[in-house]
């Protein structure tokens, strides 16, 4: 819960604005898949699961896709008519970390793995990562493959 | 608390930041201020929304404005709306005399020049068109010689640069009241010519004229609208033939003709080729082509700044020439390509006032010569003929120089700044001349204190400055009259020497003197009362009036308040000067000596300095003019008025720095 406390005028109002609790910190996010409960209201995602969804929203955003974040994204559909070869794979670790280092911080990246299967035409990604917050480990797999 | 969205950022990271405040608010959801989570990709479809909107907003407020549109259609469209019609490209004009001469028997006395005639010139090893826009007709001088003159008997034919465009047009084929479109960006709509034939196949035509040059406008009006469309090309409309002029019948074929031309690419074009030999009347001849005045005046279309600045000017005076600054709104929109600066006045603000005329002073470019100046004056006379509400004369008057000396005075401090004493002054003298680099036009006042305050932030080593103050007019102390009355009476035999005695005698009213000379030495063939008689008549014209457009210093029994450059008079290096504690002028010599007692005058009130006329035989510097300088009653400011212009000579002016160890 945040928790308000009250300033002195002489330390400049701070009471105004809301201090958080570093231990009282909930991830609290919206979910991307906006299912409705019976209610009506959409379900939200909490703590290792909200910091989940924004990973693989993270990895599944391309660059230029988010306005004025040219950068924002992992950007693998970059890597789509790459060859097939054995440096794709550090290619997209090395993609995957910088997307991660820069825009997720509440996540720890702990190991990358990528496996190919060239005859299938896809790449899947294993990604186990701590959050940080509450060092629960958490483990995202997602598989990039042709539709058709 | 309560949760305000502010609503008038624009950018997209203060809305998006704004949103994220107001979620701040909340418990809900929490992740907002990760860029990958969910509820940040959402906030990033509502910023972006808001950001999109806010925009689209904000462009259509500012091209909703004359003074904020950033698009030429707009302003284009929004000067129309106030009665403005901007400036189409304009092409280059020249003026030629064109002439042949032939011995072909027999052929017609008068042979005409069609419209349209080719004439060919290089610019920079680009060839232009230039085209007759009217006919012109010339006659035999009974030897086979014939010259081409306007309709006014001037042979200054004009050519304009241009490829010949006709676009026809059937009325009422598709709608009522249609807008014909013209596709064409580098239209001159001065030379556009309309013609409206009753039938497809008609050669009766009745011509139109362009609704700007109008002044009243009934259903019978034979008038056409030509104006700029949004994509830059043109648009040809007629009257509703009910209360805004006539409308083409239906059937009847319209043809617009106009030059498409290359504006100020073809200007300074001056050897003018005919493209072919003029043929009819009888003979087959090639033109002879004597260039007067280069091609000038070309120029692109009216930038959207120009549009911006003149429409308002415009619109204030309905086309209708009545107040000074009509003719100013005017003369500019039909002139501005040959035009630097315009000043008007009423006759009534002259030192001397005249009632019913209009004063028009015009600072031409430096590329339009005497021909071209002569034609524009001609053409705002005519102007005024067309939208005077009342019959005003237009009175011309050149530009007058006056110019300022300045002599700077400065302490500095040389512990304050590395550089030396040679680099500050120069530094100081750079700031005057800069100073005036804006000034040579109209309405530019002098300010000392405005002066001296960028001079004293110069440098940190400049502690404080001052700076006397003189103006200066020029003026050349010889009788054009009189020696033009000397030259007809002597049919220009006389040598200068002589010509110099003849002046010296007639400004000491020597005139029995004088005509004796011409007469007795037979360099007349008048006789000798007549000689007197002429002579004596340009006399009351060897005084001269200098007009300061200030008053001057009152006498003064330490200071001289006049001062010329020097010149040479009766063998002796002289100048003139004031008398102290007196108006009068004296001529002194470089050695003090007083060459004339009284050779003028000054009225400090007026500002007038009367000079009578001498005659030196030379001018220092190989000048044909003296520099007559004087103290303004008031130093701090000169104010020109009417048709002065300001201007600085440098020559005359000096910087003087005074060294002091002091730092405050």
């Known amino acids: 819960m945040a928790t308000n406390r009250v300033f002195s005028n002489e330390d400049g109002k701070l009471n105004e604005f809301t201090l958080i609790n570093a231990r009282d910190k909930l991830y609290k996010d919206i979910d991307l898949s906006f299912t409705a409960k019976p209610s009506g209201e959409i379900f939200k995602k909490q703590d290792a699961a909200a910091v989940k969804q924004a990973v693989k929203n993270l990895l599944l955003t391309n660059h230029l896709e988010k306005p004025f974040e040219p950068n924002f994204g992992g950007n693998l559909r970059g890597l789509l008519f790459e060859l097939a070869d054995e440096d794709i794979d550090d290619e997209i670790v090395d993609d995957v970390v910088y997307a991660i280092e820069r825009y997720e911080p509440r996540a720890r990246i702990l190991n990358i793995s990528v496996s190919e299967t060239a005859d299938y035409n896809s790449i899947s990604i294993k990604i186990e990562f701590q959050v940080i917050s509450t060092e629960e480990t958490v483990e995202l797999n997602t598989t990039l493959s042709r539709l058709r | 608390m309560a949760t305000t969205i502010k609503s008038t950022a624009l950018d997209f990271s203060s809305i998006k930041n704004n949103l994220k405040n107001h979620l701040a608010n909340q418990t809900e959801f929490s992740d907002y201020n990760f860029e990958a989570s969910g509820l940040s990709n959402i906030l990033d479809v509502l910023a972006y929304n808001t950001h999109i909107n806010g925009l689209i907003a904000n462009f259509a407020l500012n091209e909703s404005y004359l003074n904020t549109a950033q698009l030429r259609s707009s302003a284009v469209s929004l000067a129309e709306g106030i009665g403005y019609t901007p400036n189409t490209d304009t092409s280059a004009q020249a003026l030629v005399r064109i002439s042949f001469t032939t011995s072909t028997t027999p052929r017609d006395s008068i042979i005409s020049l069609p419209a349209f005639t080719e004439f060919t010139a290089v610019v920079d090893e680009i060839t232009y068109t230039f085209q007759t826009t009217q006919s012109f007709f010339a006659t035999d001088n009974g030897s086979g010689y014939y010259e081409f003159l306007t309709t006014t008997g001037s042979n200054l034919i004009p050519l304009r640069e241009g490829s010949r465009k006709t676009k026809t047009f059937l009325a009422g084929e598709y709608e009522e009241n249609p807008v014909y479109v013209i596709p064409d960006t580098k239209l001159d709509a001065a030379t556009a010519t309309v013609n409206i034939f009753p039938s497809a196949t008609s050669t009766d035509a009745t011509a139109y004229q362009n609704i700007n040059n109008i002044s009243t406008v009934s259903a019978s009006t034979t008038a056409y609208v030509l104006k700029e469309s949004p994509n830059g090309n043109f648009e040809l409309s007629f009257g509703d033939g009910v209360t805004f002029g006539n409308a083409p019948e239906t059937g009847s074929r319209?043809?617009?003709?106009?030059?498409?031309?290359?504006?100020?690419?073809?200007?300074?074009?001056?050897?003018?080729t005919p493209s072919s030999s003029l043929s009819g009347g009888g003979v087959t001849t090639p033109l002879t082509v004597i260039t007067s005045s280069n091609a000038s005046g070309g120029q692109a279309k009216q930038t959207i700044e120009s549009i911006r600045k003149n429409a308002p000017f415009q619109y204030v005076s309905q086309n209708r020439m009545v107040t000074a600054e009509d003719y100013t709104a005017l003369i500019k929109k039909n002139y501005s390509t040959f035009i630097q600066d315009i000043s008007t006045w009423g006759g009534e603000d002259n030192a001397e006032p005249e009632f019913g005329a209009v004063y028009v002073s015009i600072l031409f470019n430096d590329n339009v010569d005497q021909s071209t100046k002569d034609s524009i004056k001609r053409g705002i006379v005519d102007l005024g003929n067309q939208?005077?509400?009342?019959?005003?004369?237009?009175?011309?008057?050149?530009?007058?120089?006056t110019f300022i000396e300045l002599d700077t005075t400065f302490q500095f401090n040389p512990d304050l700044t590395d550089k030396n004493l040679n680099a500050i002054t120069n530094q100081v003298t750079t700031v005057a001349a800069n100073y005036f680099g804006a000034f040579g036009l109209f309405n530019k006042s002098f300010r000392r204190s405005n002066l001296l305050t960028l001079v004293d932030e110069s440098s940190t080593a400049v502690l404080s400055s001052r700076a006397d103050v003189r103006i200066q007019r020029r003026f050349t102390p010889t009788a054009p009259s009189l020696i033009a009355v000397i030259n007809q009476l002597t049919l220009n035999s006389l040598e200068a020497a002589q010509i110099n005695n003849v002046v010296g005698l007639v400004s000491k009213r020597k005139f029995d003197s004088a005509a004796s000379f011409l007469v007795n030495g037979e360099y007349t063939t008048s006789n000798f009362t007549d000689v007197k008689n002429k002579l004596a008549a340009t006399a009351s014209n060897l005084t001269q009036v200098i007009?300061?457009?200030?008053?001057?210093?009152?006498?003064?029994?330490?200071?001289?308040?006049?001062?010329?450059?020097?010149?040479?008079?009766?063998?002796?290096?002289?100048f003139l000067r004031n008398k102290l504690s007196s108006n009068a002028i004296q001529v002194i010599a470089a050695n003090g000596d007083v060459v004339i007692d009284n050779v003028g005058s000054y009225n400090a009130g007026t500002g007038a300095v009367t000079i009578d006329f001498f005659n030196p035989s030379s001018i220092a510097g190989g000048r044909t003019d003296i520099k007559l300088s004087v103290v303004p009653s008031n130093p701090s400011a000169v104010s020109p008025i009417r048709n002065d212009i300001l201007l600085f000579d440098p020559d005359r002016s000096s910087t003087t720095a005074l060294i002091v160890t002091v730092d405050n």
């Open chain 2, 387 to 401: 939208l005077a509400i009342i019959s005003f004369k237009v009175r011309f008057v050149d530009p007058v120089q």
């Open chain 2, 547 to 574: 007009e300061f457009p200030t008053s001057i210093a009152s006498p003064d029994d330490i200071n001289f308040i006049i001062r010329s450059t020097e010149f040479t008079l009766n063998g002796r290096l002289s």
């Open chain 2, 254 to 272: 319209i043809e617009i003709t106009y030059l498409s031309t290359n504006g100020a690419d073809a200007n300074s074009a001056s050897t003018f």
